[in-house]
């Protein structure tokens, strides 16, 4: 990605000059509101930790599911708005004509996206990566307290028959496996990564095709929702009555493409137990192929956005190449305005 730390491009100033001019001042407002709520959210959930019998593992996953899903919008309309707003404010042809490049305008363009959409993208990987430990402690805390249970009932059952029971001791058969709580950390930044790429790609995708900002966002938002809703419906056909049980969703592997790797990633963070092993495989290597599947999900959609955002920036007439100036030998763009873009209408 050496091309989105250029800092050379002409379109991503023009972008960065755009976004701040428009940017509401009281937006700073929100983002400390957000960063309020995402504290609260992982403490919220750090709290339930103290009932054994409650769903900490699931509202962890739905909180991490939220966060997501605005993050995945915020992208969306970023990438979305990035070229529609020059062909709605007819400054499109005053940008090509300036001897930019298909390229500089694609990668200006979607730098400036993933800026806007950065502190999301942020958030994601955070409540992720908070999110692991909580895994690990509530599914120790679930196990801990059958195993009490168990020891409960059974000696109860003893008692009333009159039958001596000796309740033994308490055996936890935890087995902490370093190389799945590393691969979970990586996964969790990787992945919240690839899905700002893909999803401000896609965004930038749809404008550039479509030249339209509510068109583009309809269409962008579409295209990513359609794999979460078809491998959700698949995954509640495939199971059947088992659906209702979270525990069986989530370690159904093309459930991860509808969750973009949630579901595996808080699998790969609990330590081996009993429960952690079925049908001859333990959670950990079983959680791969879900995670494998989400990852490749992601890079098909980003690469081909990619492919068709410049495909259709080159058809609406920008140069493959900077067109340089005949007598400074420079880019036309550079040596004609001052080494920037003209001003564009918001």
């Not at 091309?3 to 991503?12: E, H, I, K, R, S």
């Not at 709520?37 to 599911?65: C, H, K, N, Q, S």
């Not at 899905?195 to 930038?204: K, M, R, S």
């Not at 791969?288 to 410049?310: F, H, K, P, R, Y």
Request: aromatic residues 10%; contains cysteine.
């Amino acid at each position: 990605m050496e091309v989105l730390a250029q800092t050379d491009n002409p379109v991503f100033w023009q972008e960065i000059s755009h976004q701040q001019r428009s940017m509401p001042r009281h937006l700073r407002r929100w983002w400390a509101v957000g960063f309020v709520v995402l504290v609260l959210m992982i403490v919220g959930v750090a709290l339930t930790l103290g009932t054994y019998d409650f769903p900490t593992r699931e509202l962890a996953i739905y909180m991490i599911w939220l966060v997501h899903a605005v993050t995945v919008v915020r992208a969306l309309v970023a990438g979305s708005n990035a070229i529609s707003r020059e062909h709605v404010g007819q400054t499109w042809d005053a940008l090509i004509l300036t001897g930019v490049s298909a390229r500089q305008i694609l990668f200006g363009k979607w730098r400036a996206a993933l800026r806007q959409a950065a502190p999301w993208i942020v958030a994601l990987g955070t409540i992720r990566l908070a999110m692991l430990p909580i895994f690990m402690i509530a599914l120790t805390v679930r196990f801990a307290w059958a195993i009490f249970i168990t020891n409960s009932s059974n000696y109860s059952a003893a008692s009333s028959s009159g039958i001596p029971y000796y309740v033994p001791d308490p055996v936890f058969e935890f087995t902490w496996v370093p190389w799945a709580a590393v691969l979970a950390v990586v996964a969790s930044v990787v992945l919240s990564i690839l899905e700002g790429l893909a999803c401000t790609a896609l965004g930038l995708a749809a404008s550039a095709i479509a030249r339209r900002g509510i068109i583009s966002t309809v269409t962008a938002f579409t295209i990513r929702f359609i794999p979460v809703a078809l491998f959700a419906v698949f995954t509640r056909q495939e199971l059947g009555t088992e659906a209702t049980y979270a525990y069986s969703v989530l370690r159904f592997a093309p459930f991860s493409l509808a969750d973009a790797g949630t579901a595996s990633i808080s699998r790969l963070a609990v330590p081996y137990m009993p429960w952690s092993y079925s049908e001859g495989f333990s959670t950990h290597i079983d959680a791969l192929s879900g995670l494998a599947l989400a990852t490749a999900l992601l890079i098909v959609l980003l690469t081909i956005s990619l492919l068709g955002a410049w495909a259709a920036i080159r058809m609406t007439g920008a140069l493959p190449h900077p067109k340089l100036d005949q007598d400074t030998a420079q880019p036309a763009h550079f040596s004609s305005h001052g080494g920037s873009l003209p001003n564009q209408q918001s």
